[in-house]
């Protein structure tokens, strides 16, 4: 029989959480006229039931159905934030609070005279937003490219990236340096996203095979499913259990599981309830 390990902290993160919570108190509370600003997390099965109640995903925030909008975890541009403020209905703010951190912390960086880094992925829409915050001289670094720096400059991180990315990237912008005045370095790091790639890492080196569960479209479990192929176990990252074939876990005697931040303990379970009936 395999034995069956899932990680500590698998599953939602506080910010995740916290806006699904938001997005079902509202659904039972109102019922017509919910969207949220883009899917409220990036997990199409948690989508999928809050659409089944009635709140819907949308882009275009000048539909006239609109009654109430809430603003997904990863938080939304500035400049999108006080279109929507004018539209006179109500807006319901689910941001994820170590977002509006950051996005605070640009904000303040920019108007103090710093030259804002942010370290993340351009394309992610949590970065998108905090962007929006950091002025024009601001630039998101996701690689060795390094651009042209001021004297005064002020470095802040996406949520979701890991530490080790981060180091590496903020000693190449240090030594990228001649001549400054002042560089202030604030940690914007989720803590939940930290301490879950370091309980991910120490299962996936104790077992034969790993599970890596979460949405496809989710930059921090495809970061999971990249570190454990990093290590060198076998990995599969998958949305849900129907996903999962049998041939995966012949002569596999230890399976490790991990979820991302976005993924719901309902999916984990019926991964789980799977692998013990194959």
Same mark, same amino acid.
């Given at each position: 029989?395999q034995?069956i390990?899932?990680?500590?902290?698998?599953?939602?993160?506080?910010g995740v $959480?916290r806006?699904?919570d938001?997005?079902?108190?509202v @659904?039972q509370?109102?019922?017509?006229g919910?969207f949220? =600003?883009?899917?409220i997390i990036?997990?199409?099965q948690?989508?999928e039931k809050?659409?089944?109640l009635?709140?819907n995903p949308?882009?275009d925030?000048?539909? $006239?159905?609109? /009654?109430t =909008?809430?603003?997904r975890a990863?938080?939304i541009?500035k400049? $999108?934030?006080? $279109?929507?403020?004018n539209l006179?209905?109500?807006?319901?703010?689910?941001?994820?609070p170590?977002?509006k951190?950051?996005?605070s912390i640009?904000?303040?960086?920019?108007?103090?005279g710093?030259q804002v880094?942010?370290? +993340?992925?351009k394309?992610?829409?949590e970065?998108?937003g905090?962007?929006?915050? !950091?002025?024009?001289?601001?630039?998101v670094?996701s690689?060795d490219?390094i651009?042209?720096?001021?004297?005064?400059? +002020?470095?802040?991180?996406?949520t979701t990236q890991p530490?080790?990315k981060?180091k590496?990237?903020?000693?190449?912008?240090?030594?990228?340096?001649?001549?400054?005045?002042e560089?202030r370095?604030?940690?914007? =790091?989720?803590?939940f996203t930290? /301490?879950?790639?370091?309980a991910?890492?120490?299962?996936?080196?104790e077992v034969?095979l790993m599970?890596?569960?979460?949405?496809k479209n989710? !930059?921090?479990?495809?970061?999971?499913a990249n570190l454990?192929k990093?290590?060198?176990?076998?990995?599969?990252?998958?949305?849900d @259990?129907k996903?999962i074939d049998k041939?995966?876990?012949?002569?596999?005697k230890?399976?490790?599981?991990?979820a991302g931040?976005?993924?719901?303990?309902?999916i984990?379970?019926?991964v789980?309830?799977?692998? /013990?009936?194959l």
């Open positions: 029989m034995k390990v899932l990680v500590e902290g698998a599953g939602f993160c506080f $959480k806006a699904i938001i997005a079902f108190d @659904a509370k109102h019922k017509e919910v949220t =600003l883009g899917p990036h997990n199409p948690v989508v809050l659409k089944d009635g709140v949308i882009e925030i000048d539909n $006239k159905n609109i /009654k =909008l809430i603003i990863h938080g541009p400049e $999108k934030f006080e $279109k929507i403020k006179g209905i109500e807006i319901i703010d689910a941001t994820c170590f977002v951190k950051a996005q640009a904000e303040k960086l920019t108007s103090e710093y880094l942010i370290i +993340g992925d394309e992610h829409p970065v998108k905090i962007f929006s915050y !950091a002025g024009e001289k601001a630039s670094i690689s490219e651009p042209a720096l001021n004297k005064k400059i +002020g470095i802040i991180e996406q530490m080790s981060v590496e990237i903020m000693n190449k912008i240090i030594n990228s340096l001649n001549e400054f005045e560089i370095i604030f940690n914007t =790091l989720c803590n930290s /301490k879950r790639l370091q991910t890492e120490k299962v996936a080196k034969d599970i890596v569960v979460g949405g989710s !930059a921090n479990t495809t970061q999971l454990c990093k290590i060198g176990v076998t990995t599969y990252h998958i949305e @259990a996903e041939s995966w876990i012949k002569s596999v230890k399976i490790g599981i991990t931040a976005s993924t719901p303990q309902w984990i379970d019926e789980i309830e799977k692998l /013990k009936c």
